[in-house]
Every structure is written in structure tokens, then in C-alpha cells.
């Protein structure tokens, strides 16, 4: 056992049950904070949601959300979560449309691990713009878990990928400290811990999300064009997939822009269109994933609306393979 995971065994006990969970961490959030602030990176996913409630229950008025659109978000995304957390939870919840920004600081950029760098750094900066206009905030809070901090090779693991929350952070992040309520959870033991803070089944089962955003899954260099056509893309196939009431045999499905393109044809003429990626996926603690056996029917159904609906689309392929060799994201 290494010390990353010794850390993990003696955080979550032997028996993990999401009640103690609870009661320990927002005693170990008030012990670290004390009357202090708090800035939280709200992305709308899973674990970030259960950050904001278990830090909003454990101090309060003393927590402020801050949702960052940075032009990578799924269709629609950015109204559900001012809807959830500022109308229903009463979550102080601040929305920065940033997309320009953010398309900026990853222009020409092509590496996936520069390309989640440099996004993760441009957030860390937004939060600290934030932070100076909201007046002294000392703490960062961030919905990292324990399979960020093994895939970013931290504890003695072996390095996969950087996450924008782990990896991705520079060294000056210009707070206090990090408040990281889940990051000795499995995403399944996270969900839990969503249940039993009473967080609407909807937001709880709702699927991971990386930090990026699209951006993990918009191969090549970002633009807004090949984002808006992956925004299309991804709602098609999600949307799809529950009215075929397939959307629970799998923990994640979404659409992936390849950024290759390829010859088709539309009403008797020659086009030249992006490629597009399914992917669906079954996990439990999302360090393996299997492939999800979707009916063949709905697949060919599936990518023929969206190489006919998507503007610029006129090709649509499916990623069969399993995590290991290959990772969930793409990027």
C-alpha cells in the first residue's frame, strides 16, 4: 500500500458509510476553515455538486460557488446549474460567462496535456479575479476524487493523464489552501454521499463531467465552431439514449469531435464533414471501464441523425474499446 493510499484507509475508516462520512468531513471542514472563506470551483458535475452541499452545510454563508462557463459545456448546462444549486439548494452561486477567454488561452494548442493545463491554469486565474472583487477569500475548494489523484500520478501511481484539479494546478495559486471534501472517494462512494445530503437523484446520477469540459473531447486545437457542432452532437446521442431508456446501462455515453474529416455525400453533392465518436461505457469506480453492448439498431439509428441533423457532420463512428488499453475521455 502506498502513502497516497494509506491516507485514503485512514480518511474513509475500513467501513465506508456515507453518513459518518458526513458527519467527519464537515467537522474536518470546519476544523480547517474556522470563520474563514471559501471559494468553490462549481463545474455542475457530480462531484463538484457534492462539494458545494457538503461545504454549504458545513459553514455556510461562508461559501461562495463560482460557475465558470468557459465555452465547454454540454448543451444547456449552464441554465440547469444556476436552476439546481441557487434555486433549490439557495447555494451562493456566481455565473462568469468566459468562453472567450478561455478559446483564447488555447489557441493553436494541440496536446492534450498542454490543452488541460492551460485550461486548468486559466481557471485557477478566474477564481482569483473572483476572489479579489468578493474581497479576502482564503480557501479554494474543488471537487477532486481519489481517481484524479491516481490517473495525475500522485501517491506513488503511475502518471495517466493531468487533471485540471490535481496535475493541471500551478504552483501559485494565490489562496490559503484547498478544501477537497471528496477526494478520497470513489465516484461510486461519492454518489452516496449525494443520496444521503439529500441531493435530488438527478443531479446525484447525473454523469461525470471533466473539468475541460468538451474541451477533453474536441480533439485538436478548440473553436467555437467545432464546439457548438459537438454541443449538437453530444445532445442528440444523450437525448437519444434515454428515450430509448438506454441511458442507465451505462455510467457515461457522450459524442467526441475526432477533428478528422471525411468525404460524404448530401442531395447528390459531394460534402466534406467532421468525423464524430460515440462512446458508452459501464464502471463502477471509473479506473476500468467495460463497453456497453447498445443495440446496433439505435447506433445506426443514432449516427444517422446526427450526420443528417448536425451542420458540418456526415460522419459518425463507434469507440468500442475498454479502459485499460484505453482511458474513458479521450484526451
Known amino acids: ?69 468557459h465555452g465547454c459545456m454540454r448543451k444547456n448546462e449552464a441554465k440547469e446549474v444556476k436552476r439546481v444549486f441557487k434555486g433549490k439548494f439557495g447555494i451562493n452561486l456566481i455565473q462568469i460567462d468566459a468562453e472567450a477567454r478561455f478559446l483564447e488561452k488555447a489557441k493553436g494548442i494541440t496536446d492534450p496535456e498542454a490543452k488541460r493545463k492551460a485550461i486548468g ?18 480557501f479554494l475548494g474543488q471537487g477532486t476524487i481519489y481517481p484524479d489523484i491516481i490517473e495525475s500520478g500522485v501517491g506513488g501511481h503511475k502518471a495517466v493523464k493531468a487533471h485540471h484539479n490535481v496535475g493541471g494546478l500551478p504552483k501559485d495559486i494565490g489562496f490559503e489552501g484547498l478544501v477537497e471534501p471528496v477526494k478520497y472517494l470513489y465516484k461510486d462512494e461519492v454518489r452516496k454521499v449525494g443520496r444521503a445530503l439529500g441531493i435530488p437523484d438527478e443531479m446525484v446520477d447525473r454523469q461525470p463531467f471533466p473539468g475541460p469540459g468538451l474541451a477533453v473531447r ?8 467545432k464546439l457548438d457542432i459537438l454541443r449538437e452532437a453530444d445532445f442528440i446521442f444523450r437525448s437519444e439514449m434515454a428515450k430509448a431508456k438506454l441511458d442507465k446501462k451505462a455510467q457515461q455515453f457522450f459524442a467526441i469531435m475526432t477533428n478528422a474529416k471525411s468525404t460524404g455525400v448530401k442531395n447528390g453533392a459531394r460534402t466534406f464533414g467532421y468525423v464524430i465518436a460515440l462512446r458508452a461505457v459501464a464502471t463502477q469506480q471509473f479506473v476500468q471501464a467495460g463497453v456497453v ?4 439498431k439505435f447506433v445506426v439509428d443514432v449516427a444517422g441523425k446526427i450526420a443528417t441533423k448536425v451542420k458540418g457532420v456526415n460522419r459518425v463512428v463507434w469507440d468500442i474499446t475498454p479502459k485499460p488499453p484505453a482511458t474513458i475521455e479521450w484526451e
Open 293 to 296: 453492448e447498445l443495440p446496433f
Open 218 to 225: 474536441c480533439l485538436g486545437e478548440l473553436t467555437k465552431e
Open 121 to 138: 491554469g486559466e481557471f485557477i486565474r478566474v477564481f482569483e479575479e473572483e476572489a479579489a472583487k468578493l474581497g479576502k477569500i482564503e
Open 1 to 69: 500500500m502506498n502513502q497516497a493510499e494509506k491516507e485514503r484507509a485512514a480518511k474513509i475508516g475500513k467501513r465506508f458509510t456515507p453518513k459518518k462520512y458526513i458527519e467527519n468531513e464537515i467537522a474536518a471542514i470546519r476544523k480547517q476553515v474556522g470563520d474563514k472563506k471559501v471559494l468553490l470551483a462549481m463545474s455542475g458535475g457530480v462531484d463538484s455538486s457534492v462539494c458545494a452541499v457538503l461545504l454549504h452545510k458545513a459553514i455556510g454563508k461562508q461559501l461562495t460557488c463560482v460557475f465558470v462557463d
